[in-house]
Protein backbone atom coordinates (compact mmCIF):
# COMPACT_ATOMS: atom_id res chain seq x y z
CA UNK A 1 0.00 0.00 0.00
CA UNK A 2 1.86 3.40 -1.01
CA UNK A 3 -1.03 5.69 -0.15
CA UNK A 4 -1.54 6.72 -3.65
CA UNK A 5 -5.01 6.61 -5.01
CA UNK A 6 -5.66 7.21 -8.54
CA UNK A 7 -9.07 7.17 -10.73
CA UNK A 8 -10.41 6.24 -12.41
CA UNK A 9 -8.70 2.42 -13.20
CA UNK A 10 -9.64 2.14 -16.81
CA UNK A 11 -10.76 4.18 -19.14
CA UNK A 12 -11.80 4.42 -22.58
CA UNK A 13 -12.04 7.34 -25.47
CA UNK A 14 -12.12 8.45 -28.64
CA UNK A 15 -9.66 9.92 -30.94
CA UNK A 16 -9.30 14.03 -30.37
CA UNK A 17 -11.52 13.59 -27.48
CA UNK A 18 -10.39 15.02 -24.01
CA UNK A 19 -9.45 13.06 -20.66
CA UNK A 20 -8.65 14.37 -17.28
CA UNK A 21 -6.63 11.54 -15.05
CA UNK A 22 -6.69 12.38 -11.04
CA UNK A 23 -4.39 11.19 -8.54
CA UNK A 24 -4.41 11.44 -4.55
CA UNK A 25 -1.89 10.60 -2.12
CA UNK A 26 -0.82 11.23 1.38
CA UNK A 27 -0.40 14.42 3.29
CA UNK A 28 2.66 15.73 3.43
CA UNK A 29 4.18 14.07 -0.52
CA UNK A 30 3.94 17.93 -1.88
CA UNK A 31 5.64 16.50 -4.96
CA UNK A 32 3.78 14.76 -7.69
CA UNK A 33 4.76 12.60 -11.36
CA UNK A 34 3.42 11.68 -13.81
CA UNK A 35 4.16 8.70 -16.01
CA UNK A 36 3.82 7.30 -19.49
CA UNK A 37 4.14 4.10 -19.50
CA UNK A 38 3.33 2.22 -23.08
CA UNK A 39 2.55 -1.86 -23.16
CA UNK A 40 5.79 -3.45 -22.89
CA UNK A 41 8.05 -0.36 -22.07
CA UNK A 42 9.05 1.44 -18.85
CA UNK A 43 7.32 4.34 -16.84
CA UNK A 44 8.38 7.79 -19.48
CA UNK A 45 8.56 10.78 -17.20
CA UNK A 46 5.73 13.24 -17.88
CA UNK A 47 5.97 16.43 -16.07
CA UNK A 48 6.41 17.11 -12.26
CA UNK A 49 4.52 19.34 -9.48
CA UNK A 50 5.62 20.78 -6.88
CA UNK A 51 3.80 23.28 -4.71
CA UNK A 52 1.16 23.41 -7.56
CA UNK A 53 3.54 24.47 -9.80
CA UNK A 54 5.33 22.75 -12.91
CA UNK A 55 8.82 21.98 -12.14
CA UNK A 56 10.36 19.87 -14.67
CA UNK A 57 9.12 18.28 -17.91
CA UNK A 58 9.77 15.26 -20.24
CA UNK A 59 9.43 15.37 -23.72
CA UNK A 60 5.75 15.78 -24.32
CA UNK A 61 3.44 18.01 -26.02
CA UNK A 62 1.70 20.51 -24.52
CA UNK A 63 -1.51 18.98 -24.52
CA UNK A 64 -0.22 16.98 -22.14
CA UNK A 65 -0.79 19.46 -19.18
CA UNK A 66 -1.59 19.47 -15.47
CA UNK A 67 -2.51 20.72 -11.97
CA UNK A 68 -1.44 19.92 -8.30
CA UNK A 69 -4.36 21.22 -5.61
CA UNK A 70 -3.74 23.09 -2.19
CA UNK A 71 -4.72 19.26 -0.90
CA UNK A 72 -1.64 17.79 -2.81
CA UNK A 73 -4.46 15.72 -5.11
CA UNK A 74 -3.29 16.16 -9.11
CA UNK A 75 -5.03 15.69 -12.16
CA UNK A 76 -3.36 15.18 -15.53
CA UNK A 77 -5.13 16.32 -18.48
CA UNK A 78 -4.57 15.00 -22.38
CA UNK A 79 -6.32 17.11 -25.25
CA UNK A 80 -7.31 16.86 -28.90
CA UNK A 81 -6.54 12.36 -28.07
CA UNK A 82 -4.20 10.14 -29.96
CA UNK A 83 -4.46 6.64 -31.23
CA UNK A 84 -0.97 6.35 -29.53
CA UNK A 85 -1.72 8.01 -26.00
CA UNK A 86 -3.21 4.82 -24.98
CA UNK A 87 -1.02 3.52 -21.98
CA UNK A 88 -0.84 2.62 -18.77
CA UNK A 89 -0.98 6.49 -16.53
CA UNK A 90 0.85 6.54 -13.34
CA UNK A 91 0.91 9.03 -10.27
CA UNK A 92 4.07 8.96 -8.06
CA UNK A 93 4.54 10.94 -5.23
CA UNK A 94 7.63 12.23 -2.64
CA UNK A 95 7.96 13.85 0.01
CA UNK A 96 10.81 16.31 -0.55
CA UNK A 97 12.48 17.75 -3.99
CA UNK A 98 15.25 19.40 -4.40
CA UNK A 99 16.88 17.87 -1.65
CA UNK A 100 17.97 13.71 -0.82
CA UNK A 101 17.41 11.62 -3.81
CA UNK A 102 14.19 9.60 -2.36
CA UNK A 103 11.73 7.25 -4.16
CA UNK A 104 8.73 7.12 -5.97
CA UNK A 105 5.60 6.14 -4.50
CA UNK A 106 3.64 4.97 -6.89
CA UNK A 107 -0.52 4.37 -7.67
CA UNK A 108 -1.95 1.42 -9.69
CA UNK A 109 -2.11 3.50 -12.63
CA UNK A 110 -5.20 4.36 -15.22
CA UNK A 111 -4.99 2.42 -18.12
CA UNK A 112 -6.14 4.72 -21.10
CA UNK A 113 -7.42 2.86 -24.16
CA UNK A 114 -7.84 5.74 -27.21
CA UNK A 115 -9.98 3.87 -29.99
CA UNK B 1 20.84 13.00 -20.38
CA UNK B 2 19.97 9.49 -18.00
CA UNK B 3 19.66 6.41 -19.15
CA UNK B 4 19.18 2.96 -18.01
CA UNK B 5 20.08 -0.48 -19.25
CA UNK B 6 18.72 -3.37 -18.17
CA UNK B 7 18.88 -7.37 -19.89
CA UNK B 8 16.30 -8.03 -22.38
CA UNK B 9 13.49 -10.83 -21.81
CA UNK B 10 11.61 -12.42 -20.68
CA UNK B 11 13.98 -14.76 -18.10
CA UNK B 12 12.15 -17.96 -17.84
CA UNK B 13 13.44 -19.76 -14.52
CA UNK B 14 12.99 -22.71 -12.52
CA UNK B 15 11.11 -22.93 -9.18
CA UNK B 16 14.52 -22.40 -6.26
CA UNK B 17 16.39 -21.31 -9.69
CA UNK B 18 19.28 -18.30 -8.55
CA UNK B 19 17.97 -15.21 -10.83
CA UNK B 20 20.49 -12.51 -11.97
CA UNK B 21 19.27 -9.29 -13.76
CA UNK B 22 21.39 -7.27 -14.93
CA UNK B 23 21.54 -3.47 -15.00
CA UNK B 24 23.82 -0.76 -15.77
CA UNK B 25 23.31 3.05 -15.82
CA UNK B 26 24.64 6.40 -17.17
CA UNK B 27 23.95 9.39 -14.70
CA UNK B 28 25.41 12.79 -14.26
CA UNK B 29 26.11 13.08 -10.10
CA UNK B 30 25.68 11.05 -8.21
CA UNK B 31 22.06 9.17 -8.54
CA UNK B 32 19.79 7.05 -6.38
CA UNK B 33 19.21 3.72 -7.50
CA UNK B 34 16.01 1.41 -7.33
CA UNK B 35 14.46 -1.83 -8.68
CA UNK B 36 10.76 -2.03 -9.08
CA UNK B 37 8.59 -4.19 -9.79
CA UNK B 38 5.14 -4.76 -11.59
CA UNK B 39 2.56 -7.21 -11.29
CA UNK B 40 0.08 -8.51 -13.97
CA UNK B 41 -2.49 -5.63 -14.22
CA UNK B 42 -0.66 -3.62 -11.30
CA UNK B 43 1.25 -0.46 -10.76
CA UNK B 44 5.21 -0.21 -9.24
CA UNK B 45 6.05 -0.79 -6.22
CA UNK B 46 9.22 -0.27 -4.63
CA UNK B 47 11.54 -3.50 -4.24
CA UNK B 48 14.61 -2.28 -3.31
CA UNK B 49 16.71 0.74 -3.38
CA UNK B 50 20.58 1.90 -2.94
CA UNK B 51 21.44 5.82 -2.41
CA UNK B 52 24.71 5.63 -2.56
CA UNK B 53 28.26 3.68 -3.58
CA UNK B 54 29.03 0.06 -2.20
CA UNK B 55 25.36 0.10 -0.59
CA UNK B 56 23.16 -2.52 -0.65
CA UNK B 57 19.51 -2.35 -1.21
CA UNK B 58 17.97 -5.98 -0.19
CA UNK B 59 13.79 -6.64 0.35
CA UNK B 60 12.34 -10.49 0.40
CA UNK B 61 15.83 -12.51 -0.51
CA UNK B 62 15.96 -10.11 -3.40
CA UNK B 63 19.82 -7.95 -3.26
CA UNK B 64 21.64 -5.36 -5.49
CA UNK B 65 24.68 -3.63 -4.77
CA UNK B 66 25.19 0.03 -6.00
CA UNK B 67 28.42 0.00 -8.67
CA UNK B 68 29.84 3.03 -9.27
CA UNK B 69 32.65 1.87 -10.86
CA UNK B 70 30.82 -0.20 -13.15
CA UNK B 71 27.77 1.82 -13.50
CA UNK B 72 25.71 -1.51 -12.78
CA UNK B 73 22.97 -2.26 -10.17
CA UNK B 74 22.06 -6.09 -10.73
CA UNK B 75 19.13 -7.75 -9.27
CA UNK B 76 19.79 -10.75 -6.98
CA UNK B 77 17.88 -13.82 -5.46
CA UNK B 78 19.30 -17.02 -4.61
CA UNK B 79 16.17 -19.15 -4.37
CA UNK B 80 13.39 -17.57 -6.98
CA UNK B 81 9.28 -18.71 -6.71
CA UNK B 82 6.47 -18.86 -8.75
CA UNK B 83 4.96 -16.11 -6.70
CA UNK B 84 8.24 -13.89 -8.01
CA UNK B 85 6.89 -13.87 -11.47
CA UNK B 86 6.41 -10.22 -12.59
CA UNK B 87 8.22 -7.43 -14.58
CA UNK B 88 11.39 -6.14 -12.91
CA UNK B 89 12.55 -2.36 -13.72
CA UNK B 90 15.32 -0.81 -12.87
CA UNK B 91 15.69 2.83 -12.29
CA UNK B 92 17.01 5.71 -11.34
CA UNK B 93 16.23 8.78 -9.62
CA UNK B 94 18.58 12.20 -10.32
CA UNK B 95 18.34 15.96 -9.46
CA UNK B 96 18.60 18.20 -12.51
CA UNK B 97 18.14 21.86 -12.40
CA UNK B 98 15.74 21.53 -9.02
CA UNK B 99 13.55 18.73 -9.79
CA UNK B 100 14.04 14.90 -9.76
CA UNK B 101 12.56 12.59 -11.98
CA UNK B 102 12.76 8.63 -12.08
CA UNK B 103 14.25 6.97 -15.30
CA UNK B 104 13.48 3.70 -15.78
CA UNK B 105 14.89 0.66 -18.04
CA UNK B 106 12.71 -1.20 -20.17
CA UNK B 107 11.71 -3.88 -17.47
CA UNK B 108 12.42 -7.79 -17.72
CA UNK B 109 9.88 -10.04 -17.58
CA UNK B 110 10.53 -12.94 -14.94
CA UNK B 111 8.46 -16.26 -15.28
CA UNK B 112 9.14 -18.74 -12.40
CA UNK B 113 7.77 -22.32 -13.42
CA UNK B 114 6.90 -24.73 -10.66
Known amino acids: ETGVTQSPTHLIKTRGQQVTLRCSSQ?????VSWYQQALGQGPQFIFQ???????GRGNFPPRFSGLQFPNYSSELNVNALELDDSALYLC??????????????FGQGTRLTVV | GDSVTQMEGPVTLSEEAFLTINCTYT??????LFWYVQYPGEGLQLLLK?????DKGSNKGFEATYRKETTSFHLEKGSVQVSDSAVYFC?????????????FGTGTKLQVIP
Open chain 2, 27 to 32: ATGYPS
Open chain 2, 91 to 103: ALSGALGGYQKVT
Open chain 1, 27 to 31: SGHNT
Open chain 1, 49 to 55: YYREEEN
Open chain 1, 92 to 105: ATKGKTGTVNTEAF
Open chain 2, 50 to 54: ATKAD
